[in-house]
Antibody, heavy 121, light 111 residues
């Protein structure tokens, strides 16, 4: 049974750096094809894909946020971190951690419950 | 502005059929990338509803079905139930942007 859970600060100030941790169970990030991704959703708005880390340490980023994003994995701890620099109030959103299955297609079959991050001074 | 276009809202009476469209372009759906659908109940995380165009994960009722043609896809809900009131998002991959892309979401209301 796959589970994912996000953790990190709920409130950050503008210009600060946000670091979120996804702790997962029920799968290995060493398995070929598997990935862990981050997706966010501003209040009342649509989903936005941010980044994904593959089993082989290949990393993909949203082009619009690439300069501010870093994704890292620690397979020994079953964790994936997401760092977003220079936070702005427009970055206020619920951030979801997701599982990308071993597949030739591009989708997310399991999601964490999400964590709301508010950017405010 | 989402890469995939969905109607913002749709509604139907219990028992009716609702079809949600998802329109893309030649760099995503039209390029052959699969379409997937997620259901987001109020206050909860999205849940995979349909994957690879027309496949249901275990536990998803067969009232939900998906299809894809050309640069568009559709999600059909037949026999609409009160518990189907939620936001629905389509998702694909865009080769020009090299990103996973979502639609803007459709809020389904059961009258």
């Amino acid at each position: 049974q796959i589970t994912l859970k996000e953790s990190g600060p709920t409130l950050v100030k503008p210009t600060q750096t946000l670091t979120l941790t996804c702790t997962f169970s029920g799968f290995s990030l060493n398995s070929p094809g598997v990935g862990v991704g981050w997706i966010r959703q501003p209040p009342g708005k649509a989903l936005e894909w941010l980044a994904l880390s593959y089993w082989d340490d290949d990393k993909r980023y949203s082009p619009s946020l690439k300069s501010r994003l870093t994704i890292t994995k620690d397979t020994s701890k079953n964790q994936v971190d997401l760092t977003l620099t220079n936070m702005d109030p427009v970055d206020t959103a619920t951030y979801f951690c997701t599982h990308r299955p071993q597949s030739t297609s591009y989708y997310f079959d399991f999601w964490g419950q999400g964590t709301l991050v508010t950017v405010s001074s | 502005q989402s890469v995939l276009t969905q109607p913002p809202s749709m509604s139907g009476a219990p028992g009716q059929r609702v079809t949600i469209s998802c329109t893309g372009s030649s760099s995503n759906i039209g390029a052959g990338y699969d379409v997937h659908w997620y259901q987001q109940l109020p206050g909860t995380a999205p849940k995979l509803l349909i994957y690879v165009n027309n496949n249901r994960p275990s536990g998803v009722p067969d009232r939900f079905s998906g299809s894809k043609s050309g640069t568009s896809a559709s999600l059909a809900i037949t026999g609409l139930q009160a518990e189907d009131e939620a936001d629905y998002y389509c998702q694909s991959y865009d080769r020009s942007l090299s990103t996973w892309v979502f639609g803007g979401g459709t809020k389904v209301t059961v009258l």
